[in-house]
């Protein structure tokens, strides 16, 4: 069973930094990774995605130019890093692991049915 842990969320001000982490059990580097989000009363929307050997890489475009996504697959763990954040940006994050062999694409990436494994979700809070 291939277990997603997420961490790194919290409370910040607007205009601070977090990082997330998500470390992810089984044969890591062979995994597409995600992160989505979801406000409260709001459907979960796609954060992030990026491919197993980092070659590729997407993001919302709510999130582009302050958010970037990196993985480091000797830990076995993809990194979400917040910058400039924004009371908009406040939800439960959640990472999410895609086993399919083909190449990433953004349309993939974005999707949330692509995605095999996922965790139980960060808090992250930004007060204004």
């Known amino acids: 069973q291939v277990q997603v842990v997420e961490s790194g969320g919290g409370l910040v001000q607007a205009g601070g930094s977090l990082r997330l982490s998500c470390v992810v059990s089984?044969?890591?580097?062979?995994?597409?990774m995600g992160w989505f989000r979801q406000a409260p009363g709001k459907e979960r929307e796609f954060v992030a995605a990026?491919?197993?050997?980092?070659?590729?890489?997407y993001f919302a475009d709510s999130v582009k130019g302050r958010f970037t996504i990196s993985r480091d697959n000797a830990k076995n763990t993809v990194y979400l890093q917040m910058n400039s954040l924004k009371p908009e940006d406040t939800a439960v994050y959640y990472c999410?692991?895609?086993?399919?062999?083909?190449?990433?694409?953004?349309?993939?990436?974005?999707?949330?049915?692509?995605?095999?494994?996922w965790g139980q979700g960060t808090q992250v809070t930004v007060s204004s």
């Open positions: 999410a692991a895609d086993e399919d062999s083909g190449t990433l694409t953004y349309g993939r990436g974005a999707r949330q049915s692509a995605y095999d494994y």
């Open positions: 990026i491919s197993r050997s980092s070659f590729s890489a």
């Open positions: 089984g044969t890591f580097s062979s995994y597409d």
